[in-house]
């Protein structure tokens, strides 16, 4: 069974940085699509960025582009999403999400983490 398991979220203040993770199990990552999701209070769930697992593409949301970086650990079957000078409003619920294709939403969803950007 394919199974994503997101953490790293927690409380920064404005312009810090975390870096989220997502434990992946159960499928190869190199013939999936990776992607990073993030939902706020009262918003959609909206995309962030993914990254193919099999050539190493990216793509990322505007409003992130700069701030945050994805990358894969195919070793340690991780993949993880770097966010540097985080604002108030990347506070969400971001989750990890499997498919096969870019900007299309995979069917495989992990639990969500919580990334508070305190002002």
């Known amino acids: 069974d394919v199974q994503l398991q997101a953490s790293g979220g927690g409380l920064v203040q404005t312009g810090g940085s975390l870096r989220l993770s997502c434990a992946a199990s159960g499928f190869t990552l190199e013939t999936y699509v990776i992607a990073w999701f993030r939902q706020a209070p009262g918003k959609e769930r909206e995309a962030v960025s993914c990254i193919n697992g099999y050539d190493g593409r990216t793509l990322y949301a505007d409003s992130v582009t700069d701030r945050f970086t994805i990358s894969i650990d195919y070793t340690k079957k991780m993949v993880y999403l770097q966010m540097n000078i985080l604002k108030p409003e990347d506070t969400a619920v971001y989750y990890c999400?499997?498919?096969?294709?870019?900007?299309?939403?995979?069917?495989?969803w992990g639990q969500g983490t919580q990334v508070t950007v305190s002002s």
């Open positions: 999400n499997a498919g096969h294709r870019m900007v299309v939403t995979g069917p495989y």
